[in-house]
């Protein structure tokens, strides 16, 4: 059986970013396109072929699957949701960017001429 | 047809040769956002992303793609990966053929970005001359920058001639 981290570690650019955007809600496709222009302030651009292609990786993956329909807004479109495996896969992949974060941190520290 | 009408339509088109149950997924949302994006001008952005989900979701699953080529004759069993990833390329070649000749469209004119040979005007409308009278000779009708010699009838009267979709002014040549 594998676990979220076995099917996507590391996550590809576009996965963690529609995994992020699910994370603060259930989104609609374009809805999904304009959380993430929204809050990388429009330095990653998702095209719609691109979120479906790794939204039905990540449907078939299970982490993330359909959401029940909006009653109060009348929406015909599809809403997504993150599962609590997408949830998992996510943080898993925030704790392994972390560590790349913290050791590159570390590197360029020692690669600082003194007195800098 | 305007630009955004060619483009919308090209997209749907791509959308047509993505998977099955890709497209009946996701087919309608794919257009939907495509409406939305020509709206704020990245339609084109948005066609060239289509291609490239076009081609991921055509050369993945490898096996089910030997695996159907070979159930058409079209691969011998047993190939490699050298061969099937020719197979592939060429695949994706012949994808993104077609969907260049849509883009080309019926006078193969955005894509390549050129006029038409001869300007679209409106329809003449035809009259009919006082007097008709066939005199034989020849006809030199100025087709855009072209002059074309027409041996044709050239009847008095008829100081222009009617041609399926621009006007020629034509003068008679003796």
């Known amino acids: ?11 590809s650019p576009a996965t963690l970013h529609i995994l992020l955007a699910l994370a603060g809600g259930d989104l609609h496709g374009y ?30 993956g299970g982490l993330v699957v359909d959401a029940p329909p909006s009653a109060e807004a009348g929406e015909e479109r599809r809403f997504y949701r993150l599962t609590a495996d997408g949830g998992s896969a996510l943080a898993e992949e925030v704790d392994r960017l972390e560590r790349v974060v913290e050791e590159a941190r570390l590197r360029l520290q020692a690669r600082r001429p003194e007195g800098v | 047809m305007k630009t955004t009408g060619i483009l919308r339509v090209a997209y749907r088109a791509i959308v047509r040769c993505h998977p099955a149950d890709f497209r009946e997924r996701f087919g309608e949302e794919m257009v939907w956002i495509f409406d939305e994006e020509s709206g704020r001008g990245r ?21 089910d793609f030997v695996a159907v080529a070979a159930g058409f004759g079209l691969l011998p069993a047993g190939l490699r ?5 020719m197979v592939q390329g060429g695949f994706t070649v012949a994808i993104l053929f077609a969907a ?7 006078r193969g004119g955005w894509w390549f970005n050129c006029q038409p040979a001869v300007p679209e005007r409106p329809k003449p409308a ?35 001639v009617g041609w399926p979709c621009y006007q020629a002014a034509a003068t008679r040549v003796r």
Do not use: F
């Open chain 1, 1 to 11: 059986m594998k676990t979220p981290t076995d099917r996507t570690s590391p996550l």
């Open chain 1, 31 to 60: 809805g999904i396109i304009q959380e993430v222009a929204r809050y990388s302030e429009g330095r990653y651009k998702l095209g719609p072929g691109t979120l479906y292609d790794n939204l039905k990786k990540m449907m078939d």
């Open chain 2, 43 to 63: 339609a084109g952005r948005a066609l060239a992303d289509g291609v490239v989900s076009l081609v991921r979701q055509r050369t993945r699953g490898e096996e």
């Open chain 2, 81 to 85: 990966t050298g061969p099937r990833r």
């Open chain 2, 100 to 106: 260049a000749l849509v883009l080309m469209g019926p």
């Open chain 2, 126 to 160: 035809l009259y009919a001359p006082t007097r008709i009278e066939p005199l034989g000779g020849t006809l030199e009708a100025r087709a855009g920058v072209q002059p074309v010699r027409h041996p044709t009838l050239y009847y008095r009267g008829m100081e222009r």
